[in-house]
């Protein structure tokens, strides 16, 4: 009965869907929590969301539209807050409120169009994942990892001590670009499953239990990408038998898992000392 899932193609691009972004989410979102920028995917879900609209006003791909409205929302922020012509809280608020009215206006202009258009890609709705979108996220998915792993050491030093990092020698601004960039790639790709509302829960919530019971930020990156994949398919397999969003189901799953690992590591704490 556990696998009944398996007999629809829906639900079998779903479940493939789920594993890329469980993949990709925390190998970015480790990135942002050591850099302190935890909200940032946020941002860039409300500048992917004017994206979509305009995708949905000129009849072309959303998920492209979004793509590039993410990319360019993120690297503009980057370049911002390099030049130091205004904190990077500032141009974020600049993302999030800027982003929300340009979805809601664009989208109101197109044919029959209201905000209630924009449902699929706010709250995510895995499994109306087609063939061509999956075939989009493995390609941005696969990105992502060769990114975040390939120039792992240098983010890592970008995000631990910039200024170090600066002075080390190391292309800080071209780095800083990358990991925006790569952000803003996840931000797309996790659009369909957990919806751009809820895109910065699944960056950042198995980062968070993974540093609980880990030591190295080698061990915490890998164990997050664990937990992301795990707390993904079972929430597209759970909200299909229990008939719930998607999104929300795999984020409530992320957090009971943080809750009890949180009081495990307490109780554990405590009988040591």
């Not at 189901?249 to 495990?264: E, K, P, R, Y």
């Amino acid at each position: 009965m556990a696998l009944e899932v398996l007999r629809y193609e829906f639900m079998q691009r779903a479940l493939v869907a789920a594993v890329l972004i469980g993949l990709a989410a925390p190998s970015v979102g480790i990135y942002l929590v050591q850099r302190r920028l935890s909200l940032i995917g946020d941002g860039l879900g409300h500048v992917a969301l004017a994206g979509v609209a305009a995708g949905v006003l000129t009849s072309n791909e959303p998920v492209l539209t979004a793509l590039a409205a993410a990319v360019a929302g993120a690297v503009a922020i980057e370049v911002i807050r390099a030049r130091g012509r205004t904190s990077g809280d500032v141009a974020l608020a600049v993302l999030f409120y800027g982003g929300i009215a340009g979805g809601v206006v664009i989208i109101s202009q197109a044919p029959g169009g209201t905000p209630g258009n924009l449902n699929t890609y706010l709250f995510g709705a895995i499994t109306t994942t087609t063939s061509d979108d999956l075939a989009i996220f493995a390609v941005l998915t696969l990105v992502v990892l060769v990114v975040t792993r390939g120039l792992g050491r240098y983010l890592f030093a970008v995000s631990n001590d910039e200024e170090y990092a600066l002075a080390s020698g190391l292309p800080v601004l071209a780095l800083n670009l990358a990991l925006a960039v790569v952000t803003a790639v996840t931000v797309v790709v996790a659009m369909r499953v957990v919806g751009l509302l809820l895109v910065s829960a699944l960056m950042i919530i198995p980062v968070a239990t993974a540093q609980l019971v880990t030591r190295s930020f080698r061990a915490t990156g890998m164990v997050a990408s664990a937990l992301g994949t795990v707390v993904s398919v079972l929430g597209v397999g759970t909200s299909y038998y229990v008939d719930t969003p998607s999104g929300g189901t795999i984020v409530l799953l992320a957090i009971a898992v943080f809750v009890l690992v949180a009081v495990g590591a307490a109780v554990r704490e405590r009988l040591s000392s």
